[in-house]
C-alpha cells in the first residue's frame, strides 16, 4: 500500500472533520467536496467565512471558531492562503491535513511535516479517493 493510501485510511478512520473552502457554488470542488462528507454521513464542518451556510450545514469562518477541533481537513484554497490555513491548524493540533490538487503548497507541506502532522498532497482528491473506496467495498 502507498503512503498516500495508508494516509487516507488513518485520515478517514474517524471524523470529525473540516473543508477549508467550502463553496455554496455546486459547481466548484469546495461544494463537491463537502457534498462527498455529508453522502459519506462524515462528520465535517465547512469553512467559508462569507457564508453562514453551505449545503445545510452552518459554515464557520474559520478553524478556530469551530465548536470542536477536527482530527481532520481537507484544503481546498489557493495555496498562499494554504499556507495560512496550515499555521492555524497546525497551533490547534489538527492532525491531517489534504491538500486537495491546486491548493498544495511546498511550504505549507513542510511546515505540517516539520510539526508532524500526516498531510496527503500531490495525489488523489477527496472525490476520486472516496469513488475508487466505494468501488473496492463494493
Known sequence: MSDDRANIEAYLERGPYAVVGASTDRS?????????????D??????????DEVEGQRS????????ETPRGISIITPP???????REA???????????????????????EDAGRTVI????????????RDAERG
Not at 121 to 131: D, H, I, Q, R, T
Request: proline share 8%; with cysteine; charged share 20%.
Open 42 to 51: 462524515l462528520a465535517v464542518y465547512p469553512i467559508n467565512p462569507k457564508a
Open 60 to 67: 464557520y469562518g474559520s478553524l478556530r471558531d469551530l465548536p
Open 121 to 132: 498532497a500531490n495525489g488523489p482528491c477527496f472525490l476520486v479517493a472516496m469513488a475508487t
Open 80 to 86: 498562499a492562503v494554504t499556507e495560512q490555513v496550515v
Open 28 to 40: 466548484k470542488y469546495g461544494n463537491r467536496v463537502l457534498r462527498a462528507y455529508l453522502d459519506h
Open 90 to 112: 497546525i497551533e490547534l493540533g489538527i492532525e491531517f491535513l489534504w491538500m486537495q490538487p491546486g491548493a498544495e503548497s511546498p511550504e505549507g507541506i513542510r511546515a505540517a
